[in-house]
C-alpha cells in the first residue's frame, strides 16, 4: 500500500518545527528516521495530514555527559549509540552499545534516531526499555518552552507517551549509572519485533548487588518495571542461584497478553529465559566493557 496523501514541511530549526505543529494542527507528525512513522503510513496505520521532516536541523545529534546523566539528541542515530568508545557512554552505561545491536537490521539503526523510537513509545523498544531501566526523562519543547518528562510519565499507553501534540522531542537524558547491565530479546527472527526483551542492571559492592532494576518488554502496554522483584534482589549474591530466583520472580510478576505469537504462559517461559540470560551477560560485561 502506499501512504494517504499528506503535506510536507521542513524545518530548519526547533522553534521553527514547533510553530508548524501549532500551525498545521494535531494531526501533523514529526519525521525524524521515519523508520517506525513510514511503515504505519504505507500501511495506513497512521495518517497525519502533514509531515514535519526536521532533518535539516543541526546540533541534535549527540552524545554526551552531563554528570551521572547520559544525554543523548532526539536526531542521533542508533549506529552512533553501537558504534560508540565514549567514555562518557562506557563508564556506567557501557552495555548501552551491544543492546543499540538488537534494533532492527541495519539499515533501520543506520537512520533510525533516538527520539523518533522514544516518541514511537513502542514497548518491546530496545531504547524505551533503557529509558525506563535508566530512570530517564524525556526532554520536550513547545510554545511554553522546554520541560523535563519522568520516564513513568512518558509511557502512557500502547504507543502512547506524554508530549503535547504541539512539542517536539529533544533529547532524552539516561540516569542513575550502573557498572553491569545487559538488553537481550526473543522475536522469531533476528531483527523483527521482539516477543519478550528484558533488560537488567546493577552495582556490585563487597559481593552484593545493589541498585537493581528490571524492565520487561513485550508483556504490557509501556515498558515494565518489576519494583519488587528489585527489591528481592537487593543485596543477594550476583550467583546462578539467585539469578534462577529473580528470573523466575520475574516471570510471576508480570500478566502477558495473549496474540497470533503465542498466549500468556509462552511469554512467562520467555521472561524467564530473556531475564535470566540478561542477569548472566550483566554480570560477564562489568566495568564499562
Known sequence: M?????????????????????????????????????????FRLARP???????????????????????????????????TRSPDVLNGFGFYPRAARWIGHYPI????????????????????????????????????????????????????????????????????PRTHGALTEYARRRGDFAIVAAAVAFDVNAGRMTNVSVVLGGVDSTPLRLPDVES????????????EEIAAAAAQACDPPADMHGGPEYRRHLVRSMVHRALHEARQHGGGQ
Open 232 to 243: 528481592s534482589a537487593e543485596g543477594a549474591e550476583p550467583s546462578d542461584d539467585m539469578f
Open 49 to 83: 495530514s502533514a509531515l514535519i521532516d526536521i532533518n535539516p536541523v543541526r546540533g541534535m545529534d549527540y552524545i554526551t555527559r552531563d554528570g551521572d546523566e547520559l544525554v543523548i539528541g532526539a536526531m542521533t542515530r542508533h549506529r552512533a549509540i553501537e558504534t
Open 2 to 42: 502506499k501512504p494517504a496523501p499528506f503535506d510536507y514541511h521542513r524545518a530548519y530549526s526547533i522553534d521553527e518545527s514547533v510553530e508548524m505543529l501549532a500551525e498545521l494542527g494535531d494531526d501533523a507528525k514529526i519525521l525524524a528516521g521515519g523508520q517506525s512513522l513510514a511503515p504505519m503510513m504505507n
Open 109 to 176: 539503526r543506520a537512520r533510525g534516531t533516538v527520539g523518533g523510537s522514544i516518541a514511537h513509545s513502542d514497548p518491546t523498544a530496545e531504547l524505551c526499555l533503557m529509558a525506563a531501566l535508566n530512570d530517564a526523562d524525556i526532554v520536550v519543547k513547545g510554545p511554553s518552552g522546554a520541560r523535563r518528562i519522568p520516564y513513568d510519565r512518558w509511557f502512557q499507553g500502547f504507543m502512547m507517551n506524554g508530549a503535547e501534540p504541539d512539542e517536539v522531542v529533544v533529547e532524552t537524558r539516561f540516569k542513575n
